[in-house]
């Protein structure tokens, strides 16, 4: 069964700090992995879109990582600010031929604190 | 900036009643989702549609569930009767040709009692 793992499921951070959340998935084929950033109560909003070759992709202060071989990824936030928090998703969604279906992570709550 | 709108933003129906979630994406998408978010726990994958008709559905999608697009604009959601475990957030995503990116609405929170 396809599944994606996120850790932790929760952190607070002081502004302007840095912090990284991490991903495991075991979702077969493979055609991307997505970094969403969701506020309570709204739709996801997307960050990062990386394909099986790519490794790392910026969105200004957001870097995702991708290693497909270990099916890891992370998210790195710089110097975060208050509008930071929210519950970041991690999605994987099978190959083209599989359809496009989504398989969401529990999300990771951060909090920044000023 | 073009985005996914939906209606009603709350909806508080009873038990065994019938409900339209509607969807307005994108205007130039072509394929068009719809999730589901139940209170804490992780956004589920319902159905897929493109060309009028249905790519891909989950297991939740039985046949309680339809989904339609009746004009050129506008992408439904219909539960026949509705269970309280029905009760969740119901997000529709629409996406254009030649790009993986999903845009999301802003979501109907469906309460039934």
């Known amino acids: 069964k396809n599944q994606v793992e996120q850790s932790p499921q929760s952190l607070i951070i002081l502004e302007g700090k840095n912090c990284t959340l991490q991903c495991n998935y075991t979702v077969s084929p493979f055609s991307n992995l997505r970094w969403y950033k969701q506020d309570t109560g709204r739709g996801p909003v997307s960050l990062t879109i990386m394909t099986f070759s790519e490794n790392t992709k910026s969105n200004g202060r957001y870097t995702a990582t991708l290693d497909a071989d270990t099916k890891q990824s992370s998210l790195h936030i710089t110097a975060s600010q208050l509008s930071d928090s929210a519950s970041y998703i991690c999605?994987?969604?099978?190959?083209?031929?599989?359809?496009?279906?989504?398989?969401f992570g529990g999300g990771t709550r951060l909090m920044v604190k000023p | 900036e073009p985005e996914v709108t939906q209606t009603p933003s709350h909806q508080v129906t009873q038990m065994g009643q019938e409900v339209i979630l509607r969807c307005v994406p994108i205007s130039n998408h072509l394929y068009f989702y719809w999730y589901r978010q139940i209170l804490g726990q992780k956004v589920e994958f319902l159905v897929s549609?493109?060309?009028?008709?249905?790519?891909?559905k989950s297991e939740i999608f039985d046949d309680q569930f339809s989904v339609e697009r009746p004009d050129g604009s506008n992408f439904t959601l219909k539960i026949r009767s509705t269970k309280l475990e029905d009760s969740a957030m119901y997000f529709c995503?629409?996406?254009?040709?030649?790009?993986?990116?999903?845009?999301f609405g802003p979501g109907t929170r469906l309460t039934v009692t």
């Open positions: 549609f493109y060309n009028n008709e249905i790519s891909e």
């Open positions: 999605v994987v969604s099978a190959s083209p031929t599989a359809g496009n279906m989504l398989t």
């Open positions: 995503a629409s996406r254009g040709r030649g790009t993986y990116e999903q845009y």
